[in-house]
């Protein structure tokens, strides 16, 4: 019985029109109009912790946009920390690990490796409560894409401080296998995850000299569909730009 709350709150996530139409504005790059969108969402339901992780997103591509670190960053770790808060006090692990996903990366932005390791065994023990319980969420699989990957590919002093802490050596196959299943079957995360899947093949792309250009390529074409998708989005404009063509 007690992941009843976690179980309906997996079932009923994806029938959030209402969370799609704040992120395809997010996507289009009205970025402020989302950030604007999901704040109104969050003041209609003040338990909801969704509203206020995408609010937090919208702040992130914003930053992205700018090509800043620091833009609203105080912002985004109180949204995503009030987040937390609300997903911790329904049991609703998904939107738990959600929220700890975006936060251990903003802490990992800011230097805070510790911090960010925390979140990210965090997140990884809640989307597994929640695939214990719903095999079929395939939007959990973007942050286990990204746990996954970015261990495999932390720097040596990184890898041992994350055995340490028990998070374990992450398999960067296994996380680009991950990311490839929340773009093509991911619901919420498809759009994000078809991103960063993008942004890992690049990196892929500068350390294998076999494979460079069949890897450039792909993530090439993964952010074109974006680019023709969302045209006014700058992050996706400024990728094609500066990642050269096979």
């Known amino acids: 019985m007690r992941f009843l709350p976690l179980l309906l709150a997996v079932l009923q996530h994806p029938q959030r029109p209402d969370i799609r139409t704040g992120l395809d504005t997010i996507y289009s790059g009205a970025f402020p109009a989302g950030a604007r969108y999901f704040e109104a969402l969050a003041a209609k339901d003040t338990l909801d912790p969704a509203p206020l992780i995408f609010q937090a997103t919208a702040y992130i591509w914003w ?30 692990y998904f939107w738990l690990g959600t929220a700890l996903g975006y936060r251990a990366r903003e802490k990992d932005l800011h230097g805070s490796a510790l911090g960010a390791g925390k979140d990210a065994k965090s997140m990884r023990d809640a989307y597994a409560a929640v695939l214990a319980t719903d095999s079929a969420c395939e939007d959990c699989y973007l942050g286990l894409g990204v746990y996954h990957y970015g261990l495999a590919r932390a720097g040596g002093l990184a890898r041992l401080f994350a055995k340490i802490i028990g998070l374990g050596s992450g398999n960067a196959d296994t996380g680009i296998v991950d990311l490839r299943r929340a773009a093509k079957t991911g619901d919420l995360s498809k759009v994000e995850a078809t991103w960063v899947l993008a942004a890992a093949l690049e990196r892929e792309a500068g350390r294998d000299k076999a494979r460079r250009q069949a890897l450039r390529a792909e993530a090439r074409e993964l952010v074109g569909e974006l680019a023709s998708r969302y045209p006014a989005n700058p992050v996706f404009e400024r990728f094609l730009k500066e990642t050269p063509a096979p």
């Open 63 to 92: 930053a992205e946009a700018k090509d800043s670190d620091d833009f609203e960053a105080a912002r985004i770790d109180s949204l995503l920390d009030l987040a937390i808060a609300r997903a911790r006090a329904d049991s609703n």
